[in-house]
């Protein structure tokens, strides 16, 4: 099955090197997979949400869920696998940017840009208008996209890298609602023995 799957990967390489790949596209994508380097973009707007009070709520959670898919992304199954870039290991194959520092499965790009987005996604719910959700879920998108487009990435480091990203975000806004939940009932009780002791 591992074969096979690498197989897969490599024959979409190939063909996002063949036939998707153009000289006024190229360094377009060059830019944009520089901008989820270390993940700086998706800190910002977590920065960015918890500024205000009424996006608060949004970012925190954002934020918990880039941090704790970068624990299990980054630093456990990265290491774990611990998967040779393509462009290390399949002859023929041209990145277009420098080489990576890091091991290539799952895509740390990936795993930042689907757990910001997807925590923006849970916490926002019927807050945001439909807009600036398909937006940040664009970007993302392409984001991922530029992970293969620019050689430095199979299609299941990014697949992974999603799949990874996204249930972190769940569980993170589960566990958060939860701890919330707790903390307005402590609240509650608390005002509720002040009002009789008044």
């Known amino acids: 099955m591992f074969s096979a799957i690498t197989q897969w990967d490599t024959d979409v390489l ?19 997979t520089h901008l989820g ?14 500024i205000p009070k009424k996006t608060r709520r949004i970012g925190l959670v ?17 290491h774990l696998v611990n998967r040779v870039r393509p462009y290390d290991a399949i002859q023929g194959l041209v990145r277009l940017i420098g080489p990576e520092s890091s091991t290539s499965f799952p895509s740390g790009h990936s795993s930042a840009a689907f757990a910001t987005t997807t925590g923006i996604l849970l916490a926002s719910h019927k807050k945001w208008p439909v807009w600036p959700k398909l937006l940040i879920v664009f970007f993302a998108c392409v984001i991922a996209f530029s ?12 697949i ?39």
Not at 14 to 32: G, S
Not at 64 to 71: D, K, P, V, Y
């Open 160 to 198: 992974m890298g999603m799949v990874v990203a996204i249930s972190c975000s769940l569980i993170a806004y589960l566990v958060f609602c939860k701890v919330e939940l707790n903390l307005k009932k402590r609240k509650q009780e608390r005002d509720d023995a002040n009002a009789l002791i008044m």
């Open 147 to 158: 992970r293969i487009y620019v050689g430095v990435h199979y299609p299941s480091d990014v």
């Open 62 to 78: 954002a934020a918990i869920a880039l941090a704790f898919s970068f624990c299990v992304n980054d630093l456990i199954i990265k």
């Open 37 to 50: 380097d270390g993940g700086i973009i998706w800190i910002l707007l977590c920065i960015a949400l918890l």
């Open 14 to 32: 190939f063909w996002f090197q063949d036939h998707l790949r153009a000289d006024w596209l190229n360094p377009i994508m060059k830019v944009i």
